[in-house]
């Protein structure tokens, strides 16, 4: 069983820094995809980030130059920095992962298998 638990979330000032976490358990390994998405009230889930397979980093085109992805394989933690934040990055963050995805996948959460519980994320004018 695959868990997923996120941290890090909370309330920053617009152009302030943050850094989340994805502590995983159970089912994984370091080829496995793991991604980073958001929802703020009333839209759909947003692809953030994700690290596809193991290896190469892909972003969202309105996080690109501002928030990066990273893992530490031995830990089972992948992380979000964020940085130059807005307030239209205001969102719940949800860490997921797939452990069969294929790239054209990437973006739709649709094809992740498991998810955190997800982290708030609050950016003020």
């Known amino acids: 069983q695959v868990q997923l638990v996120e941290s890090g979330g909370g309330l920053v000032q617009a152009g302030g820094s943050l850094s989340l976490s994805c502590a995983v358990s159970?089912?994984?390994?370091?080829?496995?995809?793991m991604a980073w998405f958001r929802q703020a009230p009333g839209q759909e889930r947003e692809f953030v980030a994700a690290?596809?397979?193991?290896?190469?980093?892909y972003y969202g085109d309105s996080v690109k130059g501002r928030f990066t992805i990273s893992r530490d394989n031995a830990k089972k933690t992948v992380f979000l920095q964020m940085s130059s934040l807005k307030p239209e990055d205001t969102a719940l963050y949800y860490c997921?992962?797939?452990?069969?995805?294929?790239?054209?996948?990437?973006?739709?959460?649709?094809?992740?298998?498991?998810w955190g519980q997800g982290t708030q994320v609050t950016v003020s004018s």
């Open positions: 690290i596809f397979r193991g290896s190469r980093s």
């Open positions: 159970g089912g994984t390994s370091s080829t496995s995809t």
């Open positions: 997921a992962l797939d452990n069969r995805l294929i790239l054209s996948s990437l973006w739709d959460p649709i094809h992740y298998d498991y």
